[in-house]
């Protein structure tokens, strides 16, 4: 046994302890960190987009109501089922319409909350006062 075995270990340990924060946790907590960001802003973007989409929604089911409107007139042979497409293309305008409304309020409140609570998701973020939305 003159020879030494030299073991090849998986996982690397750093060689001065001084390199390591307090508790040994500081690349984890970066790493907790930067993913609870990242899911932060994520959740923001995704309550935008929703919002976006609400809107996207009313618009295209508004064209379309007025669109069969428009054929009531047109084609009056079919009257009663444009006026009834119409009627339904209304609906679902204003139930769009309602759902943007309703992302815009909850993400008006996430912010309201986070700004009460001093978290803000961006550190750069400046803030501004919004006049008109």
């Known amino acids: 046994m003159a020879e030494e075995k030299h073991h090849h270990h998986l996982f690397h ?14 690349e984890a907590a970066a790493e907790y960190t930067e993913t609870t960001d990242e899911y932060e802003r994520y959740k ?38 444009h006026k009834i ?25 996430h912010k309201d909350a986070e700004e009460a609570s001093g978290d803000t998701i961006l550190k750069n973020e400046k803030k501004h006062h919004h006049l008109f939305g």
């Open 44 to 81: 923001k973007e995704e309550k935008e987009h929703k919002q976006h989409l609400g809107e996207a929604g009313a618009i295209a089911a508004g064209a379309f109501a007025l669109y069969e409107k428009h054929e009531v007139k047109k084609d009056p042979e079919h009257a009663h089922r």
């Open 85 to 109: 497409e119409e009627e339904i293309a209304a609906a679902a305008a204003v139930g769009s319409g309602g759902y943007a409304f309703h992302e815009h309020h909850e993400k008006k409140d």
């Open 13 to 26: 340990h750093k060689k001065d302890e001084e390199e390591q924060p307090a508790g040994g946790y500081g």
